[in-house]
Every structure is written in structure tokens, then in C-alpha cells.
């Protein structure tokens, strides 16, 4: 593993532990399909192949992402659990716009 890679890790772990879990909310993929987050996946990508390597993997992921994010905006029947809506909010942080649930 790589120094950029350790520290892009150290970077990812610090943004799960000390603020992801703050803000509430989590990436438009992972409210809509579940499983990992944004953050989860681009961390595994990196200690599968580093980051330099993984790039392309990465970027689709945020893709991805940003299409999951235009989906439930458009009020996809996915959006929706059987007991309601599972996204109500969007926060965006950086390039992608985030959801958020409630409950």
C-alpha cells in the first residue's frame, strides 16, 4: 500500500468516524439501494487496488451515486419503503448531493 493510499484511508476513516456520523445522513446510493456507502466502497476500492489504480472504480461508484441521487429526485418508486419514504431530504456537500433519512 502506497503513502497516498494510507493516507487517503486515514482521511476516508476520519470522515466516518468523527463526521459522517454527526451529519445524519448518508450517500444517495446507499439510501436508495442500501449496502455500502460512498465512503465504504471508495475505502474498499482503495485497499483492493489503491487508489491511483482504483480510479476508474471510484469514479464510477460516484456515478453512480449521482444517479441514485437523480432518481430519487424524480420521486422513484424505489424511494419508498412500505412504511413511507425512506429519503426526505437532500444536504449537498461537495459535488454530489447527499439524501438524508429520517428514522
Known amino acids: 500500500m502506497s503513502p497516498l493510499d494510507t493516507l487517503t484511508l486515514s482521511g476516508i ?3 466516518q468516524r468523527h463526521l459522517s ?6 450517500c444517495a446510493h446507499a439510501a436508495l439501494y442500501g449496502g455500502e456507502s460512498c465512503s465504504a466502497a ?12 482504483g480510479r476508474a472504480r471510484i469514479a464510477a461508484r460516484f456515478r453512480e451515486c449521482r444517479a441514485a ?6 420521486g ?3 424511494a ?9 431530504g437532500v444536504c449537498c456537500c461537495g459535488p ?8
Open 80 to 88: 419508498f419503503g412500505t412504511d413511507g419514504p425512506r429519503v426526505r
Open 76 to 78: 422513484s418508486p424505489l
Open 13 to 15: 476513516r476520519f470522515y
Open 69 to 74: 441521487h437523480n432518481l430519487l429526485r424524480a
Open 96 to 103: 454530489i448531493p447527499i439524501p438524508f433519512r429520517c428514522g
Open 42 to 53: 471508495v475505502a474498499r476500492i482503495i485497499r483492493e487496488e489503491g487508489l491511483l489504480k
Open 21 to 26: 456520523r454527526r451529519k445524519g445522513f448518508c
